[in-house]
């Protein structure tokens, strides 16, 4: 069983900067992307940034296209998930997840870190 722990989400000001990191327990070796996905209140839940884990290919929402940053230390089982120029709109609570994309599952996700944006 894997499990993922992530930090770094809290409180900033509009154009601020947070990062966030999601290590894993036990053995990746199974899985083959690494992402982060976000949840704001009344919204459904959305893919932000993801990362293979073989080769490093990045995909990003639109929304967060320039401002956000995603990469991976995999020999640390870790994803992290660097977010600049904040907007209000960003707030949510942000969950990372590990997959095999070509599995029927959705993986493995982390409890979640609350992300604020405000003034």
């Known amino acids: 069983q894997v499990q993922l722990v992530e930090s770094g989400g809290g409180l900033v000001q509009p154009g601020g900067s947070l990062r966030l990191s999601c290590v894993a327990s036990?053995?990746?070796?199974?899985?083959?992307?690494m992402g982060w996905y976000r949840q704001a209140p009344g919204k459904q839940r959305e893919s932000v940034a993801t990362?293979?884990?073989?080769?490093?290919?990045?995909n990003y929402a639109d929304t967060v296209k320039g401002r956000f940053t995603i990469s991976r230390d995999t020999a640390r089982r870790t994803v992290y998930l660097q977010m600049n120029s904040l907007k209000p709109e960003d707030t949510a609570i942000y969950y990372c997840?590990?997959?095999?994309?070509?599995?029927?599952?959705?993986?493995?996700w982390g409890q979640g870190t609350q992300v604020t944006v405000s003034s």
């Open positions: 997840n590990f997959k095999n994309s070509y599995s029927t599952s959705d993986g493995y």
């Open positions: 036990g053995s990746i070796f199974s899985f083959n992307v």
């Open positions: 990362i293979s884990i073989v080769g490093g290919i990045t």
